[in-house]
């Protein structure tokens, strides 16, 4: 039985899969079922357009095609069309407080030891830099261990 239903794989069969792997991408984007569907989509055209007549185009031959062409598929779609920035770029994102470097403020603690906190915007924050009394204003000078550091201005 399940090998009849094999033997009967016919165009709409591809179609069929690569539309259903097209929506599988646009309901769980990846880009990368995208590469299967058309894939399908292809072997669905191929056997559509007269392969089907040939005896060296069976069942067989079109999935090791399938197998074959979703390979090269995903290979040169991912050369083509890059889904990710390199793992070493950081963003500003994943650095928030960068968005502070350059900001100047008043001290809300006294920096003590090299440790205080200053109010930016609407969150107090972890400074660190030279010892200063509370009221003194310091401009931000880079992020350092989830700290912002500072200087007298």
Same mark, same amino acid.
């Given at each position: 039985?399940?090998?009849?239903?094999?033997?009967?794989?016919?165009?709409?069969?591809?179609?069929?899969?690569?539309?259903?792997?097209?929506?599988?991408? &646009? &309901?769980?984007?990846?880009?990368?079922?995208?590469?299967?569907?058309?894939?399908?989509?292809?072997?669905?055209?191929?056997?559509?357009?007269?392969?089907?007549? !040939?005896? *060296?185009?069976?069942? %067989?031959? %079109?999935?090791?095609?399938?197998?074959?062409?979703?390979?090269?598929?995903?290979?040169?779609?991912?050369?083509?069309?890059?889904?990710?920035?390199?793992?070493?770029?950081?963003?500003?994102?994943?650095?928030?407080?960068?968005?502070?470097?350059?900001?100047?403020?008043?001290?809300?603690?006294?920096?003590?030891?090299?440790?205080?906190? &200053?109010?930016?915007?609407?969150?107090? *924050?972890?400074?660190?830099?030279?010892?200063?009394?509370?009221?003194?204003?310091?401009? &931000?000078?880079?992020?350092?261990?989830?700290?912002? !550091?500072?200087?007298?201005?």
């Amino acid at each position: 039985m399940i090998q009849q239903a094999l033997a009967e794989i016919g165009p709409w069969f591809w179609f069929v899969a690569g539309l259903v792997l097209l929506i599988g991408e &646009v &309901v769980i984007p990846a880009a990368f079922l995208v590469w299967f569907g058309i894939a399908a989509l292809i072997i669905g055209t191929l056997t559509l357009t007269g392969f089907a007549d !040939v005896a *060296w185009w069976p069942w %067989q031959a %079109q999935l090791v095609a399938f197998a074959i062409l979703s390979f090269v598929m995903v290979f040169v779609g991912r050369k083509v069309f890059p889904t990710s920035r390199a793992a070493t770029e950081p963003t500003e994102l994943n650095l928030p407080l960068n968005r502070w470097i350059g900001s100047e403020a008043t001290l809300q603690e006294p920096i003590v030891d090299g440790a205080g906190r &200053v109010k930016l915007g609407d969150t107090t *924050w972890r400074v660190l830099g030279p010892d200063a009394e509370i009221g003194t204003r310091v401009r &931000v000078l880079e992020v350092k261990d989830s700290a912002l !550091v500072v200087e007298r201005i």
